[in-house]
Every structure is written in C-alpha cells, then in structure tokens.
C-alpha cells in the first residue's frame, strides 16, 4: 500500500468527503481512508443537512442526494415537566426548491457522497484505521494506517477524523477534551408511516418539520433535545454537557426514554417502532476551544477541529464548509508546491473570515454562562410556562392582578437586582 497521494483525508464524514470532492474534481490525487464498513456506517446526525453549503460543493445535489424531507417549519419549545411554551417558524417559501435544509440519514447520505469522490478520481479506503500520522522533520508527510504495510504518503493529510480527534491530538493541536467541551448525545430511530408523520405534524405530503426542546427534554442540563421528521422514520433524540450528565445517575439512555414519555412529546411518537439506537459525541467547546487548524503538512476539519456550533444546532454545513477551504488551500499549496504552516496558514484565514469563526466568536460565552447558571432552566424556564399559563387561565383574577403574580413568581427567592443581571447575562451571552 506504500504509495504517494497529493493528499490523503482522514475520514469519510461530511467534512472529509467535502475536501476530497473538492480536490478530487480539481485534478489531484486523493485517497480517503475511513475505518468503518463503508462511509457513514460511524456517522450519527440528528440530522438536518443544510442546503447553501452542500451546493457549494455540488451544485443541485438535492436533485440526486438520498434527502428525506424538506424542512418546511422549524420549531423551538421552552419544555416544562407538564406543559410547553412554543415558538417557531413555518414558510411556504421553503417548500420550493432549491429547499433551505433537508432531514438526511448519514448512513446514505455518506454513502452517496463518497461514490460522488469516487466518480471524480478519488481512492476510498474502508474498514482501514488510521493509527499515526507519519511525521518527518516535524512535517506530517503521511499516515501510518493498521492494514500490514499500510503507510501511505502524501503532500497533505486532512484530519477529518470527527470529535474524538485522536490524531490532531497526538500532533499536540490540542489536549485531551475537557467535560464541559462536548455534550453527549443519544438518539433513536422509530418506524412510523408517512401518513401518520404527515397528519401528526401537520405536514403537507412530502415536506418535514423539525423541533428543539429546551428545558426538560435534557431535565434542566445544558444541552437540548429535538424531533425530526423523515419519510417513514421520526428522529428524536436528547444531549448534554459531558460535565452535567457524568454527575447524574440517570443514564443518558434513561434519559431519552424519559423524555419519549413527556406528555407533549408521547402523542407524536404513539406506536412508532424503534429501528435504531446512537449515542455519540458532539464538541461543544465553541470559539475558545478551537485548536490551531493546521501544521506543517497538515490540516484541521469539522468536529476534529470543534467546529460546531451548538446554539443553533449546526454541525455538518461547518464540517463542509471547513472542508471546502482545506480542499482550496490544499489545491493553492500544490500550484506553489510548498506545504508548511505558513502556505496552509491560508485555510486559517478562510475559517476566521467566514461564518464559521464568526458565529462561534457570537456564543463563546453562551455555553459557560447557561452551565454556570443553574437558574436559566431550573428557575426561569418554568416561570416562562407559569407566565403563559397565568395569562391564559381565564379564572376572574384581573390581567394587572395576573402580572403582579407573574413578576413575583420570576423574582421567587431572587432580588430584582439578581434577576435583572442574570438576564443582562444571558443577552450579553447571545448578543
Ligand atoms: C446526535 C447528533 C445529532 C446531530 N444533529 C445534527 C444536525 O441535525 N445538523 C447538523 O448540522 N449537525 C448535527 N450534528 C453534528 C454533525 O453530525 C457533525 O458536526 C458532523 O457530522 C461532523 O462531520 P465530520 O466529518 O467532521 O465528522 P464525522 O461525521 O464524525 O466523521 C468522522 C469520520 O472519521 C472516521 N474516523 C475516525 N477516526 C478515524 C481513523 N483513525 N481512521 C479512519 N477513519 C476515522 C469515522 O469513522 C467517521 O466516518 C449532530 C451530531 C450528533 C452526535
């Protein structure tokens, strides 16, 4: 297997075969080595795919990618032990195509996309780990994999290796993941007839909506739960902090099961059969805890790099995007065949400049500022339902009467100076 790519890419998600598409259709020499059966067999997404950043790489791949719905409503609930405040968006707009995202299952999706590489020249490696990168002189010049005589060599190694990050780790690019840096996530697929998701949701033929749960679906840890729409199958599935879910007894498992009998959440998935079961990583550390994206010889993608951002459930459109601008500083480095730091340095910049860096730069806090304060699900998300409640109950307490309870149920054992500077907190967190 000894032999010389222009590049190698370490793993067949999003991210990775995004970079090898990239390279691949712009003539160089790609192989992508990825561990499990085939690609996407590891790969669990709740899964929303996004639209703008798939057709950045291939143009009209809704036209031929195994989609399951177009995202027509996307919903947000405030979940209390029995009740829920909701908000959310439904536009007829996103019924037309080009569709703005799409539920996907990762399995095919993958599948799909790495027979894409294939086409356009690049070599997939199955079941074949990558132990080491094989470092000369303190450049990354190829990969040691765990099939006999396995090293293959290369100008440039693309880690897109996911959360786990074994192998930027082992550069040094960054330690070990503290707890309060990814959230665990597990996740469920249940078997329930096109027609039932259709008149459950409320969904015109075909189209699919989705829903993430704040609150009780996680019982009050940082982190959310959702419902997805597929063709046949539902997506349901719930995450926290490592740090808060470790404390817990409860097993994450548990978890999902408790949140499945929630009396707003039961009603969609009534005799629904489960298929499949997940439980997986997803990096939450945000801005402060990406590590440095490249080295000489090599480059940082997608989750293996912690580019998620967590607020707004984003994880595959800044693997792609990521994966895209390794691929183009890759395609750069071989026109001046220089590959240290300084030329792939330029992938650094694309990152920082685009909406990857940005958005992450927006929430640095919002994760810390939720985890450090217990009170934003425990206290004021239920205060929230109350308050809605408060004001639907038509009981004969008069509406100014109604307002004075609501404010002292949100002041309930805090000053209005303490509850003031928490929700200054939270603003300055999401601003
Ligand atoms: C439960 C859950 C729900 C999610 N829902 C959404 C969602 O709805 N929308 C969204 O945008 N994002 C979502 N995400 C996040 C999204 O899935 C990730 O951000 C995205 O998959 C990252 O892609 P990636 O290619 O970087 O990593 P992965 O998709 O994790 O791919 C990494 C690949 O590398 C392979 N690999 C690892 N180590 C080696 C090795 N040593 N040698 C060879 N191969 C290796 C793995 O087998 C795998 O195929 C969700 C994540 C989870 C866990």
Redesign the pocket.
Known sequence: MSEKFDAIV?????????AAYVMATNGLNVAI????RK????????????RKMMEEIIPEFWKEAPLERPIIEQNFWLLDHNSVVKTGYRGMEWADMPHNNY?VF?GKF?QWFAEKCVQAGALLINE????HCIVKDGRVIGVE?DRPEGDLYADAVIL?????S??AKELGLHTEWRKDEV?L???EVLKLSADKIEERFHLNRGMGA?IELFGDGTDGMVGTA?V?TNQNHI?I?C?ALLSQMSERTTTPYELLERFKQHPMIKPLIEGAEPCEY??????EGGYRSVPPLVRDGVLV?????Q??NGIH????????T??RFAAETVIRAKEANRFDRQTLSHYERLVRESFIMKDLKKYKTASKTLEDNPDYFHHYLPAVNDAMKEMFTVDGVSKSEKQKKIIKRFLRNKSVLGAARDGIKLLWAVK
């Open positions: 370490v793993g067949a998600g999003v991210s990775g075969l995004a080595i990825e561990r499990g690609p996407g067999a590891k790969n669990v997404m709740g899964g929303v795919l996004y539920t990762r993958d074949t780990a990558v132990k994999t897109a290796d996911g959360v786990n074994l192998l959230a996530a597990v996740m989705t959702y997805y997506s599935g995450g997940y439980a997986h990583l997803i990096p993608v997608g989750d293996a790099a580019l998620v459930r984003e994880g595959s459109n800044l693997a792609m990521s994966g």
